[in-house]
């Protein structure tokens, strides 16, 4: 069983997979954290982030099962992944380990942006989560407060747009719904309510399994 969960930054994607894979007891990959680890190395090398072969090289290294999205995500890692992720031969050896996870039993949860287009058009249970981008920066700025953070709403507003049109505009694997996706849009609807319409989903698909 593979549940197959796109949509852009700051949608509820996480939280929503977590509690999918949490309560079905199915392994989660969260996909982006492939770009994140990619783009840190990069990063970390010294390495410039628009030579395609050494970007390829550093994805192949990539390993799943280390993957901490604490560590992974500063805002420059988050710019960077994106910039990285518009090249085709970085985003073919991230698919192909992103393909050999999904495969993992009894069931696996992936969330992404060409989950359900690319990696995984098999999957009998599509979710596209998305919400307005001023709804989207407001939780990104109320997260940076919570924690005791400064921030400025604008700025984030701004970023928002900025990484939507990145990651929409792309000609390899853009950010798009699957045809037979399921839209949850959370502007006005929590993560509970999304939770429990994608649980009716899930358990239908599973007793057709
Ligand atoms: O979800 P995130 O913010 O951690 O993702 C960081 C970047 O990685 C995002 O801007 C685009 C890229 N990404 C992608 O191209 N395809 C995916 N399946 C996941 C992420």
Known sequence: MIIAIDGPAAAGKGTLSRRIAETYGFHHLDTGLTYRATAKALLDAGQPLDNESVAEE??????LAGLDRDILSAHEIGEAASKIAVMPSVRRALVEAQRAFSTREPGTVLDGRDIGTVVCPQAPVKLYV???????ARRR?????????????????????????????????PLKPAADAHLLDTSE???????????ILIDAALKEA
């Open 58 to 63: 550093t994805a192949r290294t990539v390993e």
């Open 130 to 136: 998305t919400a307005s981008p001023e709804v989207r």
């Open 141 to 173: 700025f109320d997260e940076i407060i919570g924690k005791g953070g400064s921030a400025d709403f604008d700025a984030i507003f701004e970023d928002v747009k900025r990484r939507d049109e990145r990651d929409m505009g792309r000609a390899d694997s």
């Open 189 to 199: 609807m929590s993560i509970e309510a999304a939770f429990q319409a994608a649980k």
